[in-house]
């Protein structure tokens, strides 16, 4: 190991030098590096602010181009009656509703058997609405198996119950097989009928106990073998007092056209009848404007912050070909009059869109209104058109262009970031560089330092030799 000693032989400050002079070089390179950086990070941050209150203007008028937003129909009338809902189809109107009847499952009972009783052999076939199914019982079979079948099977051939359901009630006279269907209203009313190995279908002997079936229009041919407890009924409601609906269920779809009702509580004679008022809902333009409005007044004032340029100093984007074409392609897109054919026009102006001097937008809404009063299929025509081509969907085409991934403002965006990273390279480089400098700095002082030294050695022995010879006279001090 070498050490070497900075300035010995010549006295010079070598080390402060070398750093000086490496630091001269090193100075105006890293400034120009550091301007650089400065002036990108400056524009990705101004491009990047830019963008994001584009997205903003953009979306704000992407609810404007959803056909699904517009006429919207409000029903009120929910109460301890009924209860309502609606869709686009209903028409502005008032109604009144009663509720007569409300919808009931059917429920049928046996007669008692002992727990451990024969129901006696044979198929019995139970039916509710669309669904049949048969089971076979044998001689040894009680009430309980019944049940059990009923309920989980087996059936013959490939039915199966998806209607009825059995439990057994045990009273002090013994147990009751109790069938109740699935499903409430008369079309779903349970029939029983019988293939009773006695021979005898319809008689309270062996498995044709179970037999009920009330189908036949004429009463003489029923069999009524088990009690009804509860009958098969259908809802049923009045509106207008005039106009009567039933329904298997409670529910009573489209009824009025859009518009559902669902029945919950039977009118008495006193009670008061139900509204339903139904009015058409429009709130979605007014809405979607204004978020408009909003967003691009936000966008307008950065847009002259970026594009400032007066004595008192000019913005980050001063200039900037990007900032005055978008603004400028923006402005002429919301000023634009589309055609909807037959004769009609509409623009954002006709829709109450006004601007200031300064380029500011407020909405008149009395103007909005009238608009939407007089025509608003218009209006929704305008934003929507005919295939989803409207004022809404041409905006977005427009905004697109700058603010999608592969748009104009994030092309720049990654151009820039790219000329970042190359800085960083150009820093790796310049340290480099001055590394090498400041080894060949110093490999020069220091050979001229022992250059020095050497000299100076010669010199004190050249001396010493002068001094030490005959004849040679010292001066004294």
């Keep these: 190991m070498s050490i ?4 010995l032989g010549s006295g010079l400050a070598v080390s402060d030098i070398v750093d000086a002079l490496v630091n001269a070089e090193q100075a105006p390179a890293e400034a120009r590096l550091n301007t650089t950086e400065s002036k990108l990070t400056t524009d990705i941050s101004a491009v990047g602010a830019l963008k994001s209150a584009l997205e903003k203007v953009q979306t704000s008028m992407e609810a404007l181009g959803d056909s699904d937003n517009y006429q919207k129909r409000t029903a009120s009338g929910n109460d301890d009656f009924i209860s309502i809902s609606s869709d686009k189809d209903a028409q502005p109107g008032s109604y009144n509703v009663k509720v007569d009847a ?8 046996s007669p008692a058997f002992a727990a451990d009783e024969s129901i006696g052999a044979g198929v019995i076939t139970i039916g509710s609405g669309a669904n049949s199914f048969s089971t076979v019982l044998s001689a040894t079979n009680t009430l309980e198996d019944l049940r059990d079948q009923i309920n989980n099977g087996p059936f013959t051939g490939s039915d199966s119950n998806d209607s009825v359901v059995a439990t057994i009630i045990t009273s002090d006279t013994g147990q009751h097989l109790v069938l109740t269907s699935k499903e409430t209203g008369e079309d779903n009313a349970i029939t029983i009928t019988v293939q009773d190995d006695d021979g005898n279908n319809t008689d309270t ?33 009045t509106i207008d007092g005039t106009l009567t609906v039933s329904s298997n269920t409670n529910e009573f779809t489209n009824v009025i056209d859009g518009v559902d009702i669902t029945a919950k509580k039977l009118h008495a004679t006193d009670d008061d009848l139900s509204d339903i008022s139904v ?28 594009g400032a340029s007066s004595a008192d100093g000019a913005g980050v984007m001063a200039g900037d070909s990007l900032l005055r074409g978008v603004m400028s392609k923006l402005r002429s897109e919301i000023t634009e009059s589309v055609d909807l054919g037959d004769g009609n026009s509409l623009s954002l102006s006709q829709l109450g869109i006004e601007t200031d001097r300064y380029g500011v937008l407020t909405l008149n809404t009395e103007t909005l209104d009238e608009q939407i009063d007089a025509n608003v299929n218009l209006v929704q025509q305008f934003f929507v058109g005919d295939d989803d081509d409207g004022f809404a969907q041409s905006f977005d085409d427009l905004m697109s262009f700058y603010t999608d991934s592969d748009g104009i403002i994030q092309n720049r965006i990654d151009s820039k970031t790219n000329q970042l990273d190359d800085l960083d390279d150009d820093r790796l480089d310049l340290a480099s560089k001055m590394e090498s400098l400041s080894s060949r700095l110093y490999a020069q002082y220091n050979a001229m330092d022992l250059l020095v030294a050497s000299l100076n050695n010669t010199s004190s022995y050249v001396q010493a030799q002068l001094e030490n010879m005959p004849g040679v006279v010292r001066q004294s001090n």
């Design 4 to 7: 070497t000693f900075n300035g």
């Design 102 to 109: 409300l919808a009931q499952a059917h429920k049928l009972s």
């Design 205 to 237: 002997g062996g498995l044709s106990r179970l037999a009920y079936d009330v189908s036949d229009a004429n009463p003489a041919n029923h069999t009524t073998n088990l009690t009804q407890v509860n009958a098969a009924q259908n809802a049923q409601i």
């Design 279 to 306: 009015t058409e809902n429009n709130n979605n333009i007014k809405t979607g404007l204004n978020s408009f409005i909003e967003s691009y007044n936000e966008l307008l004032e950065l847009s002259n912050n970026l």
